[in-house]
């Protein structure tokens, strides 16, 4: 069992910036392809972002591409997403998720574990 704990979330002004960390319990971290999923109130999960396990390998939903970048560092367990131009529509909760047998997978339910979210509000 995998446990991840999201962290960075807060209150930002648009235009201005974030970065989420997301760290995993587990030692096999580097076996696991990674993303990070958003939900705002009323709205479906919504994918963002997912990242190979070797990290060599991204995928953005249009909506973020060219303002986030998600990145990994396989020593310490954790998955980044930074935020950069935030728009008050990336107003949600952030949640990362993890998948052993997929890559660049783009659907909520081909991960296995999830965080528990952390929340991001853009003021405009």
């Known amino acids: 069992q995998v446990q991840l704990v999201e962290s960075g979330g807060g209150l930002v002004q648009a235009g201005g910036s974030l970065r989420l960390s997301c760290t995993a319990s587990?030692?096999?971290?580097?076996?696991?392809?990674m993303a990070w999923f958003r939900q705002a109130p009323g709205k479906e999960r919504e994918f963002v972002t997912t990242?190979?396990?070797?990290?060599?390998?991204?995928t953005y939903a249009d909506s973020v591409k060219g303002r986030f970048t998600i990145s990994r560092d396989n020593a310490k367990n954790t998955v980044y997403l930074q935020m950069n131009s935030l728009l008050p529509e990336d107003t949600a909760v952030y949640s990362c998720?993890?998948?052993?047998?997929?890559?660049?997978?783009?659907?909520?339910?081909?991960?296995?574990?999830w965080g528990q979210g952390t929340q991001v509000t853009v003021s405009s």
């Open positions: 587990e030692g096999s971290f580097n076996s696991y392809s």
């Open positions: 990242i190979s396990w070797s990290g060599g390998w991204t």
């Open positions: 998720a993890a998948s052993r047998m997929h890559a660049s997978a783009t659907l909520p339910g081909q991960y296995d574990y």
